[in-house]
């Protein structure tokens, strides 16, 4: 028998005696309280807690910031998006290849997913005849900016702009075992983690079990404070992603409309405690320590912001102006946020070994966006790109604390610098942690009323 099976069986017996008299009668859990019920109070490694993070985001932060991100300076991002085979193997099956093989049943669920997946997962690369204009006006504007730090393939004569509200992130049919070996490639090449540690619930892993969760734990509580918190920042992006493709999932379709909606059972597959033997809230607290690292990064960068001379160019000078003026007033609240994450404990010892560290974090991070180029569905590689991008872009600030500093007030700043893609790659990547913690107060609602 399946071991999740055996101990989700193990515990309704357990529930059934309790409840049965055959033991102190304790009321069952709710369906809300078995994916939350460990996701409040203090997080580990911050002085934070859950709840001020939460009525922060959702009342002060969260509106302000979606319409800053409608606005043409944040809605469009180029990026690169032919598919390379880098750690894939993609040796089609004996038993694809056999003739009987395309008229079983199997060989048609496969085929209907592929295509599903195909048809909801492409990237609609459409831009206006006045975008593509715009375009050109803000290439040249940005080729006279001093740039450092723009990704490889951003310089192909292959990457295009891709308009991101014509491409929201959501379900898309992408799934099964090309996406697990996609996420388990980046977990075992980049977070520190030797073989013989095998993390819980994998799915391509043999022995799941307690012990395999225990050791898994007890190691990484071992290490230092920073090679944690990337474990956590890239188990916290995974979460949330999860949790876009639980709240926009595809509930219905027709020739004549898509209906897109919360999906409960899909989200508590997820990151129900019984159902992910613990996991799942640990992976919503990680959501919310990523969260809290954004924050901190974006309350730090304000002074680039800041400086007359910077713009938020497009070409429309009021529009660019008004979005300035927006941008500042959301940096502003959330450098009054009272809880931030004190990033000080980061690369505090020795000179050399935090030198080692902060270029391993890099490399790490360029590692995982090369990943993300072997992704099948384009527009989930689009928003992986995006998030990991930008998530290399809040380390990057957080690391250039004196840089920042030391910036003039106006001219270029050749020590410490953001590009229009990085600062791009970062609002959106925040403002997509920003709508998962929204989205897990609606989840917690929905969640209410089953048991």
Known sequence: MDRGWGFLIGLLGAVWLLSSGHGEQQPPETAAQRCFCQVSGYLDDCTCDVETIDRFNNYRLFPRLQKLLESDYFRYYKVFLILIFL???DEVPDGIKSASYKYSEEANNLIEECEQAERLGAVDESLSEETQ?????WTKHDDSSDNFCEADDIQSPDAEY?????????YTGYKGPDAWKIWNVIYEEN???PQTIKRPLNPLASGQGKLLTNTFYSWLEGLCVEKRAFYRLISGLHASINVHLSARYLLQET????KWGHNITEFQQRFDGILTQGEGPRRLKNLYFLYLIELRALSKVLPFFERPDFQLFTGNKIQDEENKMLLLEILHEIKSFPLHFDENSFFAGDKKEAHKLKEDFRLHFRNISRIMDCVGCFKCRLWGKLQTQGLGT?????????LIANMPESGPSYEFHLTRQEIVSLFNAFGRISTSVKE???FRNLLQSIH
């Open 191 to 193: 977070c520190f983690k």
């Open 440 to 442: 897990l107060e609606n």
């Open 394 to 402: 809040a380390l990057k600030i957080l690391f250039s604390e004196k």
């Open 255 to 258: 020739w004549l409309e898509k």
């Open 162 to 170: 891709v308009d991101l509200l014509l491409n929201p992130e959501r």
């Open 87 to 89: 750690y894939m193997n």
């Open 133 to 137: 204009k715009a375009v050109l006006q």
